[in-house]
């Protein structure tokens, strides 16, 4: 959510989905924040969840961050038995979707 607003220009739009969903015979509660920011390059996603990555823009920008928050969120979805998905278009925007299980 920090991340979407961080790096959404003023006038963009913001928006949660909280629903249910099914992967694999299992059900998972799965909250998904879509931002209309700057977008994330296709070569970019496999690392974004790694501990201090931060996309070349982002270093250069003023919008802080020490790329942790990508990695510690995953380690802690993953200690749910949970997994993140995220999907983005470079000038378009981001949707990043955190999928935890139901019992
Ligand atoms: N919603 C988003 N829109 C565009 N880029 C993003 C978004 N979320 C994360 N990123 C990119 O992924 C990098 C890693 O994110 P994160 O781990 O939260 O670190 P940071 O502390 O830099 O926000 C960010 O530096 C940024 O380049
Ligand atoms: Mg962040």
Do not use: W
């Amino acid at each position: 959510m920090v991340n979407a607003i961080r790096y959404t220009s003023s006038g963009g739009r913001i928006s949660i989905r909280i629903t249910d969903s099914s992967h694999d015979e299992s059900r998972f509660a799965s909250v998904s924040i879509t931002d209309t920011g700057v977008g994330i390059a296709e070569e970019q996603l496999p690392f974004l969840f790694d501990r201090f990555y931060r996309v070349e823009e982002s270093r250069s920008r003023h919008t802080g961050g020490m790329g942790l928050g990508l990695a510690i969120a995953k380690e802690f979805v993953e200690a749910h038995r949970g997994f993140i998905s995220v999907q983005s278009d470079v000038g378009r925007g981001t949707q990043f979707t955190v999928y935890l299980p139901c019992a």
